[in-house]
């Protein structure tokens, strides 16, 4: 919650429908889960939110700033993400149709496109649903 206005500015910056400060504060009241950011010279520069119930996870939302973008700070905050869920956790999240460079990143950590919610976004875009399969170990 310290973070919230930190949180806010990266996400007006980077997102064309970003939450709120309101919804970012009743998102993170109520997480099960975990937010992590990223901090360079003391500033936060990116952050992810995950929620977590039992062996399934959402990340509902990741961002790095647009100043930091294309530094490999993404790739370094999804690989530490997913290492700590550990690999006995199914994650899923939605993305934009049009959002190629977060596809991108999500199909290179095995990431797979799983279906489409119409309309999912305010201004019609469609989302992609994605799914990172549990890895099953023992089966031949
Ligand atoms: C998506 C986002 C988190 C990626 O973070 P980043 O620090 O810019 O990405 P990285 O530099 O770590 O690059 C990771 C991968 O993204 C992809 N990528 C990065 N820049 C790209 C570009 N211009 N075009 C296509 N793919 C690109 C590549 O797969 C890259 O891996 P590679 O360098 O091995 O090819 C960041 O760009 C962002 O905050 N975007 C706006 C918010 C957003 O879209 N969030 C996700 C919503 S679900």
Redesign the pocket.
Known sequence: MDDLDSIVLIENR??REPWTKEQLSFELKQLSGKIVNVIEKKDII?YIMVQKVQNEAQ?L????DIH?????????LLKYTLDELGSETDVF????ES????I??YS?FNFEDIGLRQAYYSDGENALIMHRRVEIYGVV
């Open positions: 980077v997102f990116g990340i939302n990741m961002a790095i930091c973008q294309c530094r490999g700070k993404g790739k370094k999240l939605e993305v934009r959002n190629l460079q977060a991108k990143l290179d």
